[in-house]
């Protein structure tokens, strides 16, 4: 009370009483900024994008002729297959290998057997030939800690085997030409036949008008059925294709196998690896090639 009379008597009091109580206040505001500025700072530096946003579409292939994989030009070793050899080795294999080849890798004291010392001439089991070493990296070695790197393209694998006998092996023996002839035979290595073309899917999309529009759409209203059910026929699929839009390319561009299950499984082998198939398919019994064959033949109707 006393206060308000004060006030009334001398108005300019006001502003000394109220002064303190704004300082504290644009004190207080200030402090906020100075704090939030940091923030606000951050929060504009534009973030990169990770690589992993980048969807990776189908390449643009013209249909060609055809094409024959030249066993020579996988099995004669380049300074390029040998430095491509070098990068994979280096990522997947010195682990237990050793970065000298010497079977000494971080991984070795706990595995038994022990990794295989590429400079040593005894203990092979393949052997060092590159269709040996081709053989180890397409089925591994039972029983050990070898296992099967079939998910590394054919020439992928030759560049192993070139690097390894380049760099550990001293006098590595080479192959005859029947064991070389035997490797292309197993691993179906020679392929000769048409290739379809492949626009990128994203392209596809914007011609829904015409042909390769309506047969991109149909293709991915088939995968998406694969990815909404699980039978036995879905999963094998799932098992043997590395690029399933592209094994589903691949099948739609005959109709001929509708008939006929061996027409189906050549389509499939006889350009394999570049079909969107993988080798696995070879590990498929009888049974299961009926399995798939039936499963394929029904999402296509
Ligand atoms: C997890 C450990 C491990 C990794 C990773 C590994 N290996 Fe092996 N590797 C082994 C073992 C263990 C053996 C010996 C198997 C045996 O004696 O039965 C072996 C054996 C081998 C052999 C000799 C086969 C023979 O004829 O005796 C070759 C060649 C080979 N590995 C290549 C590779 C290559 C190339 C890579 C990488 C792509 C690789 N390994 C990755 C453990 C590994």
Not at 86 to 111: E, R, W
Not at 164 to 175: H, Q
Not at 232 to 241: D, L, P, S
Not at 267 to 284: A, C, E, Q, R, T
């Amino acid at each position: 009370m006393q206060l308000l009379n004060e006030i009334k008597k001398n108005p300019t009091k006001i502003f000394g009483l109220v002064y303190p109580y704004i300082l504290i206040i644009s004190i207080g505001i200030g402090v906020f900024y100075l704090y939030k500025i940091n923030y606000m700072e951050e929060a504009t530096i534009p973030l990169s994008v990770p690589d992993t946003n980048v969807v990776q579409d189908l390449p643009l292939i013209m249909p060609s002729e055809s094409i024959t994989t030249d066993i020579s030009s996988l099995t004669t070793p380049t300074p390029e297959m040998i430095s491509k050899g070098k990068a994979i080795f280096d990522a997947s294999c010195v682990a237990c290998h050793g970065i000298d080849g010497k079977g000494d890798g971080i991984a070795a004291p706990a595995l038994i057997p022990k990794p295989r010392n590429f400079t040593s001439k005894v203990g092979w089991v393949n052997g060092p030939k590159i269709s040996g070493i081709f053989k180890t990296l397409s089925e591994g070695i039972k029983g050990s800690a070898m296992v099967s790197f079939s998910n590394l393209s054919p020439s992928d694998r030759f560049a192993l085997a070139d690097y390894i006998r380049k760099s550990f092996v001293t006098d590595p023996p080479e192959d005859s030409p029947e064991e070389t002839a035997d490797l292309v035979k197993t691993y179906h290595l020679e392929q000769k036949q048409k290739l379809p073309g492949q626009i990128p899917i994203a392209d596809a999309m914007l011609l829904t008008e015409n042909d390769y529009g309506k047969v991109y759409s149909h293709i991915q209203s088939i995968l998406k059925n694969i990815s909404t059910d699980s039978p036995k026929g879905a999963e094998i699929f799932y098992n043997v294709t590395n690029d399933k839009m592209k094994a589903l390319v691949t099948l739609n561009n005959s109709t001929e196998w509708h008939k006929n299950q061996q027409v189906f499984i050549d389509i499939i082998i006889n350009n394999i690896n570049n079909d969107g198939f993988n080798d696995k398919v070879f590990d498929l019994s009888k049974n299961d090639w009926s399995t798939f064959y039936g499963y394929m033949n029904k999402l296509f109707y």
